[in-house]
């Protein structure tokens, strides 16, 4: 370098000792958060100290997670940055908050060989859950919050072979089979209600409206189970109310679902 003289640096090289690339240089330049250097006579821009100085400012703010638009607040020292910094702080504390608890919900999957896609509360006996029945708590798990969620735990793990042979019912199933397959998921219902009140009124438990929450506990049954398998549960309900197991809403039909507006 001739005495008196300062070093310059070109693009590459600014972006190389700041351990960034050329172009985030130049989406800075664009964005107005690095100013453009004077060029030589031979067109090439001449950065310097201030440059790389910048650069290192934006690249460490950008590690921190600080979004561009906010970097050229929060770079400054006054109060108006410190409130910045603070909101960062929260944003990135939440973030650690749910990747915590992502992490606490795959290691569950891992430990229980789940699906990802299976709520936590499920986790523990999806496997061993009929696929109606998964698929239904599924739903239920969306309309509730985490502490009704955390009571499906206590759900028998193990389906009764009445919920098989039901999930097993084949389309074309007769009246008398549909009849017996109805009869025998009183017992199974019945035990159900003694051991988790909560069944008896599901929607109870969701900070949903009510009728938001039935409404799409009924579009999932009418969705995962075929005609002979809805003309059972018809009939189950039919014989839980005939035991005093359940009560028979006014104007509620034979599917389960309370009549729509448009429907009246």
């Keep these: 370098m001739t005495e008196g003289k300062r070093m310059t640096w070109s693009t590459r090289q600014l972006a190389e000792l700041a351990g ?7 989406h800075y330049h664009s964005t107005g958060l690095l100013d453009l250097p004077e060029r030589a006579a031979n067109g090439y821009k001449q950065y310097k100290i201030p440059h790389l100085v910048r ?23 006054d109060e108006e ?9 929260a944003e990135l504390a939440a973030s650690v908050e749910r990747i915590n608890r992502v992490r606490a ?10 699906p990802a896609h299976v709520p936590p509360a499920l986790a523990p006996f999806s496997h061993q859950l009929t696929e109606s029945k ?16 955390d009571g499906f735990g206590a759900l028998d793990k193990t389906p009764d072979p ?12 007769d009246e008398a089979a549909v009849e017996e397959i109805a009869r025998r998921l009183v017992p199974v219902a019945r035990r159900t209600q003694e ?3 909560w069944t008896k009124n599901p929607t109870a438990g969701s900070p949903l409206d009510p009728e938001l929450a039935q409404s799409a506990i009924a579009e999932v049954v009418l969705g995962m189970y075929h005609p002979a398998q809805l003309a059972a549960l018809r009939r189950l309900r039919e014989l839980m109310v005939e035991q005093g197991l359940a009560q028979d809403g006014p104007g509620t039909p034979p599917d389960g679902r309370k009549p729509r507006e448009a429907d009246r």
């Design 20 to 26: 960034t690339t050329v172009k985030a240089v130049r």
């Design 55 to 77: 650069l290192l400012q934006i690249k460490r703010l950008s590690d921190l997670g600080v979004p561009l638009a906010h970097i050229a607040v929060v770079g400054k020292a």
């Design 81 to 89: 940055s410190e409130e910045a910094i603070r909101a960062l702080d």
């Design 105 to 114: 919900e795959l290691a569950l999957a891992l430990r229980h060989r789940a």
């Design 134 to 149: 998964r698929s239904l708590l599924t739903v239920l798990a969306a309309l509730f919050d985490q502490e009704a969620t």
């Design 162 to 173: 009445a919920e098989v042979d039901f999930d097993a019912l084949p389309r074309d199933a």
């Design 195 to 197: 051991d988790h009140p």
